[in-house]
């Protein structure tokens, strides 16, 4: 769910509070907003799966706009002369050569009708308005029913609609649509205890539901509505933290406009490289599509892909710190055999600032790559690569985007690429009495 329809909204609420004025009005009164109007956006618990968090998250989003933007939407009726334009209510302020107008009317059921306008040039921003309707509100007059609705100021398109409904015993029931055809149905009961059903071009792609205490279950779906996978989650709400992106941040990528004598004489990072992301592809699909399970300290997460199947297990020790291990089992579609092997496994620190993780022989328990790294303050990455055949290679990505490989073997420095922010850099090859023998650069 994109964010502009929110920020264009607040900041146009922000530019009507500019002067106030006596509150007047004509002999019929205006509708009054119902109070708490926020308490009926629904929410998702915080801490669930990675599957389920991004809607929570948007939810959450939607949940701190909507609070705000009605907060000033009172303020400003109680802060704006009132005055009545063919049966309707408009309470309406300029900033500059800034309009923004607020039209209100009630329909004969007793429903209330909201219409938020902006015209002319936003000062800030200098964005030009042609009179274009930025909100749209029917609200019941106690506010137990409702729906809420956003446009793009520019294309005058819907770009989301909120539409909520309040039982007797407190329950909502609401559906959230995003101008992405998505649409997210929610139920909030009173106890705690909720659901979530996610559509996607009108396709079921998720559904979780979760209890008074937190713990709750999911099932994901594709594009064509059969099941990819599922998973629990524990009381409170606990997961593992994200390793994928941990390990997406820590790993150096050179540069790919390099010459080809870095990849030539890079080779044994550049090997490593290659594993590594077709594992971490591993790791992502079956941490985003697979069976998830969760017991005490373990998560895992298993799939198959043909005849190929995945699992991760990953486990939170006492001091925060994070163990996990990736398993490759059956035949891939190339039709290389795999026997539980154990691809990669590795530790990440309390902080996600820190880690280790190794690489191992195909269906082999001899190690082929270690790699541990750091993150400085400014997010900087620090990391060493030791390797089967004897190289070292010390590694540095910077936070400007600029950074460094050193390769040594029996601690004689062999050959150096650098490279700078705009991804140009210069290389160096050494011999055994560390002179240079041949260099280059790029651009």
């Known amino acids: ?35 708490n109007l926020e308490a009926n956006v629904t929410e998702v618990p915080a801490d669930t799966p990675d599957q389920v968090r991004p809607y929570g998250q948007m939810l959450g989003s939607f949940r701190n706009s909507f609070t705000e933007i009605y907060q000033r939407w009172r303020t400003l009726i109680q802060s704006t002369q009132v005055k009545r334009e063919d049966g309707k209510w408009v309470w309406e302020q300029t900033h500059n050569t800034f309009t923004v107008r607020l039209v209100a009317w009630v329909e004969d059921d007793g429903t209330q009708k909201w219409e938020l306008y902006f015209n002319g040039v936003d000062p800030q921003t200098e964005t030009p308005y042609n009179n274009v309707k930025i909100l749209e509100a029917s609200l019941s007059r106690d506010g137990k029913a409702g729906t809420f609705k956003v446009f793009d100021p520019v294309t005058q398109t819907l770009r989301f609609t909120y539409s909520w409904t309040v039982e007797q015993d407190g329950t909502i029931r609401a559906t959230l649509t995003t101008g992405e055809n998505q649409r997210l149905d929610i139920v909030n009961n009173p106890d705690g205890s909720g659901e979530l059903v996610v559509y996607i071009d009108g396709v079921k792609r998720l559904e979780a539901s979760w209890n008074a205490d937190g713990s709750g279950s999911w099932a994901s779906y594709d594009e064509n509505g059969q099941q990819t996978g599922s998973g629990s989650w524990g009381a409170g709400g606990t997961v593992p933290p994200d390793i994928s992106a941990s390990l997406d941040n820590a790993v150096v990528t050179i540069p790919s406009n390099t010459p080809s004598q870095v990849q030539f004489f890079g080779a044994p990072y550049v090997s490593f490289h290659n594993l590594f992301t077709s594992l971490h592809g591993f790791m992502r699909v079956v941490m985003h599509q697979g069976s998830m399970t969760h017991q005490d300290s373990l998560w895992t997460w298993e799939m198959n892909q043909g005849n190929l199947s995945i699992r991760l297990e990953v486990t939170m020790k006492p001091d925060s710190t994070t163990q996990w291990a990736l398993y490759i089992d059956g035949t891939d579609a190339a039709g290389n055999q795999y026997e539980n092997w154990k691809a990669m496994e590795g530790q990440i620190s309390a902080d996600r600032k820190s880690g280790v993780f190794t690489l191992y022989e195909q269906n082999s328990t001899n190690i082929l790559n270690t790699y541990e790294w750091t993150v400085d303050a400014d997010g900087s990455v620090s990391a060493v690569l030791n390797t089967s055949d004897g190289y070292r290679v010390e590694v540095q990505k910077n936070a400007d985007g600029s950074g460094s490989l050193k390769f040594y073997k029996n601690n004689l420095l062999q050959f150096e690429v650098t490279w700078n922010a705009d991804h140009s850099g210069s290389w160096k090859v050494y011999d055994e009495n560390g002179n240079i023998v041949n260099q280059g650069s790029w651009s």
């Open 1 to 35: 769910m994109k964010k502009i329809g929110f920020a264009v909204l607040a900041l146009g609420m922000v530019l009507l509070l500019g002067c106030a004025k006596e509150t007047t009005g004509p002999e019929q009164e205006p509708p009054q907003l119902p109070p």
